[in-house]
């Protein structure tokens, strides 16, 4: 399986970005799929995940600026990002789990949210 995101860049506080990752390769093996985040010098940390079923899982504090979707005929997930504010300034990366319980990672894209 293989990942590829796109859509980070630089935003000013309370805009809003779109994440976009496609997924390629044995396709018919993922049950979830969503988006993690890394902040310099922090953990890398849960920011939500989707299951083929439409299943949502949101990372404290996550719900509510952040709406993931999936497109299962696509074979991509998204991460509407809203009202944004500096601290969600980090590196996202798109990540998938097949049904044997193995996580792949795409590349990540940097997003930064100015002040």
């Keep these: 399986v293989q990942l590829q995101a796109s859509g980070g860049g630089l935003v000013q506080a309370g805009g809003?970005?779109?994440l976009s990752c496609a997924a390629s390769g044995v396709i018919s093996s993922?049950?979830?799929m969503g988006w993690y985040r890394?902040?310099?010098g922090?953990?890398?940390e849960l920011v939500a995940t989707i299951t083929s079923d439409g299943?949502?899982?949101y990372g404290d504090s996550m719900k509510g600026q952040f709406t993931i979707s999936r497109d299962n005929a696509?074979?991509?997930v998204s991460l509407?990002?809203?009202s944004l504010k500096p601290e969600v300034t980090a590196v996202y990366y798109c990540a998938a789990t097949n049904k044997w319980g193995r996580n792949y990672w795409g590349q990540g894209t940097l997003v930064t949210v100015s002040s």
Excluded: D, G
């Design 30 to 32: 993922i049950n979830a």
């Design 74 to 76: 696509k074979n991509t």
């Design 80 to 82: 509407q990002m809203n």
């Design 42 to 44: 922090k953990q890398r």
């Design 38 to 40: 890394q902040a310099p």
């Design 55 to 57: 299943r949502q899982n």
């Design 16 to 18: 809003s970005l779109r």
